[in-house]
């Protein structure tokens, strides 16, 4: 099969909050787009399968919730970077990040005046913000559709997302060897492929991070980036959707 690839920046037009922890009143909020997010607001979720409600509460399926094979498009994880195109650690300072915190400790419940609560806190990532991620499909026309200026919609919150920047569409390159990842978002397993690694968050359900795989088949994407940097893109993390793919192929 052949792949394409494309660099895409966006920014977060209003404030991102994306819930990825509570301990006990402590609110956190992990600073990067997943990759099933990034598919279903670019795509306007015109692939989301009709399902009842009872079975939608029983199980989390992202693969029988949408059907890729009518718009073969993937994501690597969408992560934080400045207004330089370089990479920025998530941060707990008020440069990128907005957190409430009550003070009213003594008493719970929500305050009567505002519907606050009266102890806690609240993270949200201020907006315009920067994220960058790459988009993987074995159609060109599919990634020539997204333009810098699109707006999207996406998150449980519905934060709106604008296209900042959409690279040279390129063919990917299938290699065999150890490769330098952008940040990818596997299961934890698949820690176990990787000599050096990055682990920027964790989930239940996977884990985000970057690194120096063992030697292996994976697919080279030239620089496009403002650093000059190449990254490969291993097969392990593409096995499960190009099989997704390869199903629009044998339609």
């Keep these: 099969m052949l792949l394409y690839g494309r660099r895409i920046v966006l920014r977060n037009c209003g404030r991102f909050l994306h819930v ?4 006990g009143s402590m609110y956190t909020t992990h ?3 997943s990759s099933e997010m990034l598919y279903v607001g670019l795509s306007r979720e015109r692939t989301r399968l009709a399902h009842d409600f009872t079975s939608l509460a029983k199980r989390y399926d992202f693969f029988e919730d949408f059907d890729l094979a009518r718009w073969p498009v993937w994501f690597t994880p969408a992560t ?6 370089q990479f920025v650690a998530k941060s707990r300072t008020f440069a990128d990040v907005h957190q ?19 102890f806690g806190s609240m993270e949200t990532i201020l907006p315009d913000k920067r994220f960058a991620c790459i988009a993987v499909s074995s159609h060109i026309d599919l990634l ?9 919609w996406m998150g449980k919150k ?5 296209i900042m920047v959409a690279g040279d569409i390129t063919a990917l390159e299938q290699q065999d060897g150890a490769c330098q990842t952008p940040f990818l978002q596997v299961g934890p397993r698949d820690a176990s492929h990787f000599t050096r690694l990055h682990v920027l968050a964790t989930t239940q359900r996977y884990i985000l991070l970057s ?3 063992k030697a292996s088949s994976y697919w080279r994407l030239p620089a496009q ?9 291993p097969q392990f993390a593409l096995d499960n959707i190009l099989t997704q793919f390869q199903r629009e192929a044998r339609a």
Excluded: C, W
């Design 20 to 23: 990825a922890s509570d301990y």
């Design 31 to 33: 600073a990067h787009v």
């Design 80 to 85: 934080l970077i400045n207004h330089d195109g």
């Design 100 to 118: 409430f915190n009550s003070m009213q400790e003594g008493t719970p419940g929500i305050q009567d005046n505002d519907k606050l609560p009266k």
């Design 144 to 152: 020539a559709g997204i333009e810098p200026g699109q707006v999207y």
């Design 158 to 162: 519905r934060t709106m997302f604008e």
């Design 211 to 213: 690194g120096l795989t």
């Design 225 to 233: 980036d403002d650093q000059g940097h190449a990254y490969g893109i």
